[in-house]
């Protein structure tokens, strides 16, 4: 990975893409500090230390990169765009014309875009609105008594909503530059950025809690499930497909050979986002009924990951979303009419019914290991984590980093940029090998 980097530098119009996406990187930082106008920044620091690692607090810590508990300007991050992005996914099943869209090609999927930046902006508007009122109640850090607001007034409130919406606005903007003009996959970079931003802090607490034995089987086990998640992430079925020889006009098409690739992993981290965003949406309605039984009930069971009630909860909802989400992402009747469309064939399989029943089989029995994958992915570390105990508090705190969300966004995105990396490095390589 070193070398890549070391020639991508020695590139050029490469080294520009990356100096240009660590300059947007850099700004995305600043704005995570920058605290929002009407807040007390000393206050709010008093009230992280309070709330620390814990259930909810956490996990928004960790994914914002300690902005949203900071009320900055970029508290709510990318997770607006990345929840419109996924809505507008599952909308593709529910609704005919976003269908039709997302077949019309380059045209049809700038509109998609479209719609899903105002998406986004609604529900920064919300999200946004949603954490100034807790904030403004109190409830925000519940266990902290001093007020982190500065100034309560109704003005001074519409303007912190307003000024986190337009940082959403502006982190949507930053990432789609990266898209554009820097090594590519921005959205995914920003939210790896915000993850990778807490590792040091996190490293740093769990020496000073533990001592150096449990930092290092801390790291050692970090690594392996970093290695494990690797290899998985790179495993594949490969069906063989046979294009049969065709003449257009004059000439002579077809007769080559290829294959559809499967991976393991089809969902890659999308399921295990459904299961955590849905599993803290109770607990975030139990914010503003506290003293209720059934918000009592929800802060007793849901609070930390290492009850078996959570646990269980988190494991069905992950299968169950990796099957939904595969099954309307990779439709086996659209390969297969595609491949019967152009002379394709799987090498045994007759073209058409036959086709599509037989990928339906392969990729459920995939999509099975996948499943269980990212189960396994999602509760290991937590489980592992709460028996070593490495910061004192249940490994809580080093469950919210090397939990299977925060992991595999780490993997994921660092496997893809470094593949774009080496990719257009190749182009290169091979124009000045021609000449």
Known sequence: MLRVFAQAFRTPDLRQKLLFTLGIIAIFRLGSVVPTPGVDVAAVRNCVDLAGNEGIYGMLNLFSGGAMLQLAVFALGIIPYITAAIIFQLLTVVIPRIEALRKEGQSGQAQITQYTRYLTIGLALLQSTTIITLARRGQFFPNCPEEVLADDSLGTVAIMIVTMTAGTGVVMWLGELITDRGVGNGMSLLIFTQIVASVPGMFWSIQQSRGWAIFGIVVVVGLIVIALIVFVEQSQRRIPVQYAKRMVGRKMYGGSSTYIPL?????????????????????????????????????????????????????????????????????????????????????????????????????????????????????????????????????????????????????GVGLQTVQQIESQLQQRNYEGFLR
């Open 263 to 411: 991976k393991i992993n089809q969902a890659n981290v999308i399921p295990v986002i459904f299961a955590s965003s849905l599993l803290y949406i109770p607990l975030l309605a139990a914010q503003f009924n506290q003293t209720t039984s059934w918000g009592l009930w929800i802060q007793d069971n849901f609070t930390r990951g290492s009850h078996p009630l959570y646990i269980a909860f988190y494991f069905f909802l992950i299968v169950g979303f990796t099957f939904f989400y595969v099954s309307i992402t990779f439709n086996p009747k659209d390969i297969s009419d595609n491949m019967k469309r152009y002379g394709g064939f799987v090498p045994g399989i007759r073209a058409g019914r036959a086709t599509e029943e037989y990928l339906s089989y392969v990729l459920n029995r995939i999509t099975s290991a996948g499943a269980i994958y990212l189960a396994l992915v999602a509760l290991l570390p937590l489980l592992a984590f709460n028996a070593i105990n490495p910061a004192g508090d249940g490994g809580q705190a080093f469950n919210n980093m090397f939990g299977g969300t925060s992991i595999l966004i780490m993997v």
